[in-house]
């Protein structure tokens, strides 16, 4: 079981950037890929990045060319870098590692 903490969120204006970052902690050594979902209210959780073991990713279309997901594993964290944001990506952002979720850090972007 790994235990997930989120930050970095916060109020950007369109066009801005924002870094998330998700450090887990427990039974670290089990884990292999993690993930960063979206939820936009009134919508259902989906997949934003992804990132395997082996450092391979992948993206949700909105978001290719704008965000990078990346991982220090000596840190036992995973980022997502956020550019050219765009109120659409207006969300509360979960990080995944195992079937396990961390809080949320909401991200908002103003026209």
């Known amino acids: 079981q790994v235990q997930l903490v989120e930050s970095g969120g916060g109020l950007v204006q369109a066009g801005g950037s924002l870094r998330l970052s998700c450090s887990a902690s427990?039974?670290?050594?089990?884990?292999?890929?993690m993930g960063w979902y979206g939820q936009a209210p009134g919508k259902q959780r989906e997949l934003v990045a992804f990132?395997?073991?082996?450092?391979?990713?992948n993206y949700s279309d909105a978001v290719k060319g704008r965000f990078t997901i990346s991982r220090d594993n000596a840190k036992n964290t995973v980022y997502l870098q956020m550019n050219n944001l765009e109120p659409e990506d207006t969300a509360v952002y979960y990080c995944?590692?195992?079937?396990?979720w961390g809080q949320g850090t909401q991200v908002t972007v103003s026209p």
């Open positions: 995944n590692a195992m079937n396990s």
């Open positions: 990132i395997r073991g082996g450092g391979t990713t």
């Open positions: 427990g039974s670290v050594w089990r884990i292999n890929g």
